[in-house]
């Protein structure tokens, strides 16, 4: 029942659910045919999972009524005495739950299944609460834990054999219904809604819901993940979480999601998966723009094996009248489908890619994990938005390096890897001597540490990173670093930065990769046993933030080559397939049957072609999206052919030819008269915008032979 969240490898798509008239008004403004009509259009449309939501003073619209000086006297729906029954005691409904009754039969019909978010009181910037709770801490205050809880249960109880349920959501981001003043306050409520829901269905998932988790604060990754079974992120390219720095279509955003999702996932230690994705409305992007968006999340999400992906919403709702929709612009136009009824382009982006993961698993299976390089660890003290900026500029710099990375928080146990990177360390406490100590036992076994400090302190310090500090001082601004550029010898590349402070230092042993305008070490690499720690004395991840086209404009600085000095000092780095661009995303899953799938994404906005390399004794076998790559030295072959049509006879010598008229050996490009040499040789994949394309590498008997 529940395993499209738990089945790793496997991808499900939907949207989240209000009926197309009336928005939140549905179930008060019940129209039994429209509803049909919409499930019938999402079903057609290829979606397969929908998240809906009971808004909870339509389905529990209990009254307080109150008699001399105020005293609460009774508890009613509207004049109605509550009846003696469970739904009496449970205050509900009996109307709203018959609506309910036949929106589920109705999505079984049409092959849709439910995710119900029980508690729905926050929705589109209003709070909906019953009459009698109105003005009470809906987290906190006893009464209304209460009624929460009898209504949980009733609804879980009478709903439970429904078969398009699929899994029960706390409710739509509670943690915006009221404020708590603890963790332990915000555990408490998730841990009583679950409590309610176990108890009357223990078989299915019970997810999260929630709005903008933190690694520290009240409301924290892994607390809700201590309870729930399934955690959630809602990432849209908002300044919550800084993702609308840069244009929509372009890498930062288009990474957002499996950034966010993967951070979950890594510190709580529970499958995440993208529970809400939009783009609120027209003055952010055109229908094209945000077509490109998502078929730039679909294939990310998927690949970094983040399970799922829902749209916000179905419908359009700017022509209702009643709050929120009065009241927040954003809330009007986020739909799949216009008024009319017809498709946005989303739509078939959704269905295609929906169609295509459908006919991948029936020929390949479910996708192997992606291979890991690296293990981001999150230190305490940077605060939950502080953990955030360093974890979501660190995955987008790796990627940028070619690295892919997951996440931990510093007081994890530290799996084995040959890549530990700790971005933006803030605190004198950001981790413990006995983790650190841990930590540096594996980096003296081999394994490669990067460490980047805001005002982080580490004792002792001067052991593991070769530098002694001398003093340091307050930044007054904004410095201008060079470091040595790690693909081109003798060349330097100049950075602006800016952290809090200045170091004063000598190196005792570490080797100078970047120096200030004073020509002080300020990123350093030192061998540490049979590892190394390079040390950045700037907190690049958090400075490159909210500085908008840092990562996608072409000519910007190229604050991702830290990270490939980081990746070419990893002597375990292997990979089949690699290409030096910075706006393609290359990822490796491994079959068991020895084969390789590549998955290579365009995050810009533009059709390119995008230059690999693959390893010696590899081949691309057959295509799975897209086009198979093509030789480099068959496309200069094609571009001189192109220009000199009147030679095209020539074929020979066309083929020795660049795509300027030079000379190409058969080294340089890997290939010799048509048959691929001992090296690793050179391809071109041509993607449009914001598009993926994914292969098959095998092993090329010919090549094995020759090095043979």
């Known amino acids: 029942m529940n395993n499209i969240f738990l089945d790793e490898g496997g991808f499900f798509t939907g949207c989240n659910y209000w009926a197309s008239h009336a928005g939140t008004a549905m179930w008060s403004d019940w129209r039994p045919d429209v509803v049909e009509q919409d499930l019938r259009r999402l079903s057609e449309a290829g979606l397969k999972v929908l998240r809906v939501f009971p808004l909870w003073p339509d389905f529990q619209p209990v009254c307080l009524l109150r008699g001399y000086t105020g005293r609460p006297v009774e508890f009613r729906i509207g004049e109605e005495a509550l009846t003696d029954d469970e739904e009496g005691v449970a ?94 306050e915000a555990w408490n409520w998730v841990s009583c809604i679950t409590c309610a829901i176990k108890s009357e269905d223990p078989e299915r998932l019970v997810i999260s819901g929630m709005h903008s988790l933190k690694t520290e604060g009240n409301w924290t ?26 244009p929509m279509n372009t890498i930062r955003p288009g990474l957002h999601s499996s950034a966010q999702s993967l951070l979950y996932r ?21 229908e094209k723009i945000a077509a490109d968006f998502i078929r730039n999340n679909l294939f990310s999400l998927w690949i ?59 020929l390949y299976g479910k ?68 983790r650190m100590n841990e930590l540096l036992e594996k980096v003296k076994a081999g394994s490669v540490l990067y460490i980047s400090v805001e005002n982080g302190v580490f004792s002792p310090f001067t052991e593991f990173s070769g530098i002694e500090v001398a003093t340091r001082e307050k930044c007054m601004g904004n410095e201008i670093i060079s470091i040595s550029d790690p693909l081109e010898d003798g060349k330097i590349i100049d950075l602006e930065i800016r952290g809090s402070f200045k170091y004063r230092s000598r190196l005792t042993r570490a080797l100078k990769l970047g120096e200030d305008k004073e020509g002080t070490a300020v990123f350093t690499c030192a ?86 390399s693959i390893a010696k004794g590899w081949k691309p076998a057959a295509p799975i999206y897209g086009k198979l790559p093509e030789y480099a030295a068959d496309k200069a072959a094609d571009a001189v052919a192109d220009k000199a049509a009147d030679k095209a006879a020539d074929i020979n010598r066309d083929q020795e030819k660049g795509a300027n008229g030079d000379n190409v050996s058969c080294e340089a490009t890997g290939i010799c008269n048509g048959i691929t040499a001992p ?16 292969f098959i590498l095998e092993k090329d008997d010919n090549i094995i032979k020759m090095i043979k």
């Open 527 to 612: 061998q540490y046993g049979r590892g190394k720690v390079y040390f950045l004395s700037y907190p690049l991840e958090l400075y490159l933030f909210d500085r908008p086209g840092v990562f996608n404009r072409e000519g910007s600085a190229q604050y991702w080559k830290i990270y490939a000095h980081i990746r070419k000092g990893i002597s375990a780095y292997k990979r089949h397939c690699t290409s030096d661009d910075v706006y393609a995303g290359i990822t490796e899953h491994h079959t068991e049957d020895g084969r390789i799938i590549i998955a290579a994404i365009n995050y810009k906005p533009e059709r390119r072609e995008i230059p690999i």
């Open 367 to 434: 996708l192997p994990e992606r291979k890991k390089d690296g293990i981001c660890i999150l230190t305490k003290g940077m605060g939950g938005d502080g953990a955030w900026a360093a974890a979501y500029s660190a995955f987008v710099l790796a990627k940028q390096a070619g690295l892919e990375i997951e996440f931990r928080q510093a007081d994890q146990p530290l799996e084995e890897s040959p890549l530990y990177i700790m971005p933006s360390v803030k605190s004198w406490q950001g981790i413990s001597r006995r």
């Open 91 to 184: 205050g509900v409904s009996r109307e709203a739950i018959g609506h309910f009754e036949y929106f589920a039969q109705t999505a079984h019909k049409y092959g849709l299944q439910l995710v119900v978010a029980l508690i729905t009181g926050w929705m589109s910037g209003r709070l909906f609460v019953p009459p009698a709770l109105e003005g009470l801490n809906i987290l906190k205050d006893p009464l209304a834990l209460q009624w929460e809880t009898r209504f949980v249960k009733y609804f879980v109880k009478h709903f439970k054999t429904e078969p398009s349920i699929i899994a029960w959501d706390l409710g739509n981001e509670c943690n915006c219904m009221a404020e708590v003043s603890s963790p332990q």
């Open 679 to 694: 090296r690793d040789a050179s391809f071109v994949v041509s993607l449009r915008e914001n598009d993926a394309c994914m």
């Open 266 to 286: 890594g510190v709580g230690e529970k499958p995440c998966f993208a529970e809400e994705v939009g783009t609120f409305g027209p003055m952010f992007s055109n």
């Open 221 to 246: 990754i892994k607390d809700q993940a201590e309870i729930v079974d399934i955690l959630t992120t809602h990432p849209y390219p908002s300044p919550t979480y800084n993702s609308h720095q840069d």
């Open 304 to 362: 970094h094996d983040c399970r799922g992906f829902l749209w916000w919403c179905a419908n359009e709702q700017s022509h209702l009248k009643h709050a929120p929709y009065d009241w927040d612009a954003i809330e009007r136009e986020l739909g799949l489908f216009r008024l009319d009824g017809t498709p946005k382009p989303v739509v078939g982006e959704i269905s295609g890619f929906t169609s295509f993961v459908r006919d991948f698993t029936k």
